[in-house]
């Protein structure tokens, strides 16, 4: 981001990332329809396809599960969150199709509003082998379609990134109401076990790689314990070059970042999605978020313009090869002279009265 920046919208990279996206849908369709009429030579046309829609929103919904885990494990994966947001919308389309046909075949033909027919043909939910199990589907897609019309960088801005990024945290949720969906309705409809144990072991992949991420991150959020206003937060050689350090002060993430001979700080939560900004690197004099790629200037911590967004700073202080960091953040977009290595105290007070005008 800066001056000469353009913003991403729909551009050729998307629209390629989009076209396979859909492709591989129907690929995924037809060759579950065309499977399952060999296995199933009894199932309906109907049938086929409202499983090939619903196991793919499933697996669809897996996917975009994992890549956040996986991007806190192992930077490598850090591009897959380039279009996760196209992925979930798309998870949320395949499973409204699913729906749809559902809705058609077992609620359209009767008297009553197939939505009412939904809701009360039903409610056994007293029980495991009879649970109305549809309701559960039915309220995991109010929740999908509620986070694929909020996707646009419009509701972002307009909601604030935390409020944002709690509205969509409601996934899991969703999640929880698909597994349950699927596991009360196979009880019901299924003899074989292959859906089931398959269900499980995405259940297991996805909580085992969130467990390992979290487990992994514990240790950055070691909260630094000092009496100071200053603490000490890692030596300088610890800081790669254009590169920073994480540590957790006063209940707050700080990325301590290393460039040109200096030393900066700043709140480690990006203003667009939340992300990581410690975990970027500095490109063009600017802090690169991995996400998504908006900026910060160092020594500010506000965005280049046109762009307005400001994340808080902290005060450094450099003595003896290692960093201190002040514990109290100043106000975001608030400059703060950054520490330069190998410059010792009476040369800093001298560089001040100098600025200054005083020498």
């Known amino acids: 981001m800066s001056e ?5 919208s729909w551009n050729r990279q998307k629209k390629i990332y989009d ?11 037809g060759a579950f329809t065309g499977i399952g009429g060999v296995v199933a030579p009894a199932a309906t046309i109907e049938t086929l396809l409202i499983r090939a829609f619903g196991t793919g929103a499933i697996l669809l919904l897996h996917v975009v599960l994992t890549i956040g885990p996986l991007c806190r494990l192992s930077p490598r994966f ?12 798309t998870t949320f389309f395949v499973g409204a199709v699913h729906g749809v046909l559902a809705l058609f075949q077992f609620h359209a033909l009767g008297v009553l509003n197939p939505f009412v027919s939904l809701l009360t043909s039903n409610t056994r939910f007293g029980s495991v082998a009879d649970f109305p199990f549809q309701v559960l589907g039915f309220l995991a897609l109010v929740v999908l379609f509620l986070m694929a019309a909020t996707s646009h960088d419009f509701w972002l801005n307009n909601l604030t990134a935390p409020v944002w990024k709690r509205l969509h945290t409601l996934v899991y949720a969703a999640y929880a109401l698909l597994v ?27 909580t085992g790689l969130h467990l390992a991420a979290a487990f992994k991150e514990a240790k950055t959020d070691r909260e630094i314990e000092a009496d100071g206003e200053f603490v000490e937060a890692c030596a300088v050689d610890e800081i790669p070059e254009k590169r920073a350090r994480i540590r957790t002060i006063s209940g707050e993430r700080v990325a301590i970042f290393r460039y040109d001979g200096k030393i900066s700080a700043v709140s480690n939560v990006c203003q667009h999605q939340n992300g990581p900004l410690g975990e970027g690197r500095i490109i063009a004099g600017c802090i690169t ?33 290692k960093v201190f960091v002040r514990r109290r953040p ?10 330069e290595i190998g410059l010792t105290q009476g040369c800093k007070d001298a560089k001040a009265q100098r600025n200054s005008g005083e020498l």
């Open 4 to 8: 000469k920046y353009a913003a991403v």
């Open 19 to 29: 076209a396979i996206l859909i492709a591989g849908v129907l690929v995924y369709v």
């Open 78 to 89: 850090l591009p897959l969150l380039y279009n996760r947001r196209h992925l979930g919308v």
């Open 180 to 206: 349950g969906h699927v596991a009360l309705g196979v009880l019901q409809a299924e003899t074989s076990p292959v859906f089931t144990g398959l269900m499980f072991l995405g259940v297991v992949m996805v």
């Open 289 to 321: 978020c991995p996400w998504h790629g908006f900026q910060y200037l160092p020594e500010t911590g506000a965005s280049p313009p046109p762009f307005t967004e400001k994340v808080p700073t902290f005060d450094v202080r450099i003595a003896d090869g």
């Open 330 to 339: 100043n106000r975001a977009g608030t400059r703060v002279e950054p520490a």
